[in-house]
């Protein structure tokens, strides 16, 4: 696609409930991250694939997190058992390859836990 | 963990002046990369400089890196109301793949 695109863009979930954000990254854009905003502050890594593999899942904060790329392309971060300090963006990006080069973001999930 | 801290954390001119943000890191990087982002949503990416360079120039954005101080700065000049975001670095280390660490960014208001 032209852009990154990240669905759904709010969600509001019980706290305990299980959510799925989903990341379709630029077509042909081998390299993916995932990122967590909370407000005021920078964005912070959770993981990062390059194909279908997590090169790195060291900011994934517990096993409540996990992320799946099977295919290669469209990424999703599931988080079991929400608590309230999950509320945050979560930010996905891609880029062309895992050297060094540009992001691009997409606008990003605003997951609220109540 | 955020291995940038900006300097200063908000900022606040009037349109037509200069920014002038500053980003310090910890760590060997391999490229420093500036990113802008307007209320709260993704963020854009502005300029990518190499540990190997220097200087870099992209319109009226100017960044800066010295390696020696582990420090870079932005600067936009003739700003304009349209630039008011929040500005990040994010450095890439030295066998990181790609993998970047955001800094804790400046808020800048531009005011007509």
């Known amino acids: 696609g032209a852009g990154v695109s990240q669905t759904p863009s709010n969600k509001v979930t019980e706290k305990g409930k299980y959510v799925e954000l989903r990341c379709d990254p630029i077509?042909?854009?081998?390299?993916l991250y995932w990122y967590r905003q909370s407000l005021g502050q920078g964005p912070e890594f959770l993981i990062y694939?390059?194909?279908?593999?997590?090169?790195?899942d060291s900011g994934l904060p517990n096993d409540r997190f996990f992320a799946v790329r099977p295919e290669g392309s469209v990424s999703t971060l599931k988080i079991q058992r929400t608590e309230r300090g999950d509320s945050a963006m979560y930010l996905c990006?891609?880029?062309?390859?895992?050297?060094?080069?540009?992001?691009?973001f997409g606008s990003g999930t605003r997951l609220t836990v109540v | 963990s955020q291995q940038g801290e900006e300097d200063p954390q908000a900022l606040s001119i009037q349109e037509g002046e200069n920014a002038t943000m500053n980003c310090s890191y910890k760590?060997?990087?391999?490229?420093l990369q500036w990113y802008r982002q307007n209320s709260g949503r993704g963020l854009v990416h502005l300029i990518l400089?190499?540990?190997?360079?220097r200087e870099k120039h992209s319109g009226r954005l100017r960044v800066t890196l010295d390696t020696s101080k582990k420090s870079s700065s932005l600067l936009i000049t003739a700003s304009r109301a349209a630039d008011t975001a929040s500005y990040f670095c994010a450095t890439g280390l030295t066998g990181g793949g790609n993998k970047l660490t955001f800094g804790t960014g400046t808020q800048l208001k531009v005011e007509l």
């Open positions: 694939f390059q194909g279908t593999g997590a090169a790195d």
């Open positions: 760590t060997s990087i391999n490229n």
């Open positions: 077509s042909g854009h081998t390299a």
């Open positions: 990006a891609s880029s062309l390859d895992r050297g060094e080069r540009p992001y691009t």
């Open positions: 400089i190499r540990s190997n360079e």
